[in-house]
């Protein structure tokens, strides 16, 4: 076993003790190192943790044919070992608050500690969706002082407040837009989305039953104009343009690219989820944006990974705005606040293409949200914007000496950097460093996306890093990419600090096993 990490110390085996010092300068966050079995493996299934009486009845008559006649297939803990058992598997859980999580186009930063606060508050916990609106109208107000603060800050017309997250987003907005085409009394059935897109967008359209076409990027890693030009045409039903787009660029022809395709009678879909680069900077709104959502839970910091929970409100272009989703949040001329849950504005109007999900959205999240932008304030979201490209840049400029940086020659990036894998010794790539970096205790960066760049790396350190974290990030990424160009085959075998060793990446998304059979197999 020859592995090393950059601090220079070695994973003790076999009972060696390495030497404490070696901690004290170890580079990354070394949080991953217990082993811990299952609980069934932990405690024998014939105890139980707990002393509960034999009942002093017999049951009642109909009941005893639901008397258990084996004890249960169950773990047999005290409470402590069953805490302990949990907090040791809560110490292998990576997590924004043990070190930072460099995954591109995902935006994971730290989450102010007042957002939760303000989430826990019980005016804000406990309310229930189907409460009187009489007794919710501060919850109320928070939904509608937040879609004030999004409309205001992408400068467009309204807000759909319900969508559950980025990818329900993108659905609502092309609901919207086949709901504006139907009023128009049009079948338009294709939409536009480049290459360079985020994975959901494709996905999306053909979900909600358009046929995708591809549109080819430039060299700079930007959409090509003349070839969408090229497109368009009565069948375009519209574009989906992620901006920033996934190379980590804004698309400086985004006015353009509106122009050509409202000329053509489609409507512009912008994916939004990478807004915390441009916030506060530029108002998707004068770009000709007709709908974008906005993942709450990256720019304005709310939390996620794991599968949620999540909220991507989507604004709305005048064109749009009147086929949004029910139920929606009004502020009435006399300053009152309705909640519309069904819309009835009379024939010959146009009308809510329906509705998503089954209530207005994800309280916790609006309130976190808000909550971030009232303490930041719109200097301060400018300022969030700023940082976060300030700090993608540095670990461009501190690194493309060593991995190729494909678009770093057109200029500065926005808010993820992205390197590829070419010039690293024969039979490495970006998996090696990937795993590499596990040993120098941080999170992987996204690999292998976006699909335009090979052995593609991104990196977004957000702007919450401090330059000491992003100095230690950057030692450790320079190490492991050092390695895999000098062909350290100790990389190929990484992770060597974690629990589990480099898994089978088929099979462990295929077959993951997921479930304890016990004895009964
Ligand atoms: C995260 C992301 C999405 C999807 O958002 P979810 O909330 O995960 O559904 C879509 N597009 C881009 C560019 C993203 O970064």
Known sequence: MNAVNAAGWRPAMGGAEEPAEKFATASGDYGLMLEEPLSFELGATDKCGVDIDAPDRAPA?????????????????????????????????????????????????????????????????????????????????????????????????????????????????????????????????????????????????????????????????????????????????????????????????????????????????????????????????????????????????????????????????????????????TRGADGSIHLVEEENRGEGHARSFGRMVAFHGQMGMFTRALTYMLSHGADGLRQVAEDAVLNANYVLRACEDLLPAPFAKSGPCMHEALFSDAGLAEGFSTLDIAKGLIDEGFHPMTVYFPLVVKGAMLVEPTETESKAGLDRFIASLRSVAERAKNGDESLHTAPHFAPRRRLDETLAARKPVLVWRGDAG
């Open 61 to 329: 008559p109909g009941l005893s044919k639901f008397l258990r006649k084996a004890a249960p297939n169950l773990p047999g803990l005290t409470e402590p070992e069953t805490m302990r058992h949990y907090t040791r598997l809560s110490r292998q859980n990576y997590a924004i608050d043990l070190g930072p999580f460099p995954l591109g186009s995902c935006t994971m930063k730290h989450n102010p500690r007042l957002n939760e606060k303000m989430a826990r508050l019980p005016g804000f916990a406990d309310v229930h969706p189907l409460q009187p609106q009489k007794s919710v109208e501060g919850a109320l107000e928070v939904i509608e002082q937040l879609a004030d603060w999004l409309t205001r800050l992408t400068g467009m017309a309204s807000v759909a407040m319900s969508p559950k997250a980025g990818a329900h987003g993108e659905l609502c907005g092309l609901l919207c837009i086949r709901a504006a085409l139907d009023a128009r009394g049009e079948t338009r059935d294709v939409v536009l989305v480049p290459e360079s897109a985020h994975g959901t967008n494709p996905a999306t359209a053909a979900f909600a039953g358009f046929k995708v076409e591809s549109i080819p990027a430039t060299p700079a890693g930007r959409v090509d104009l003349e070839a969408l030009k090229a497109k368009l045409g009565p069948n375009v039903a519209g574009v989906m343009i992620t901006n920033p787009n996934t190379c980590g660029l804004f698309e400086p022809e985004m006015k353009a690219i509106a122009d050509a395709v409202h000329a053509a009678g489609g409507y512009v879909y912008c994916d939004g989820a990478n807004f915390n680069a441009i916030v506060g900077k530029v108002r998707p709104g004068d770009l000709g944006v007709d709908a974008m959502h906005i993942n709450l839970h990256k720019t304005f910091s709310t939390p996620h990974g794991g599968g949620g929970p999540g909220a991507g409100p989507v604004v709305l272009s005048e064109a749009l705005a009147p086929f949004a989703p029910l139920p929606f949040v």
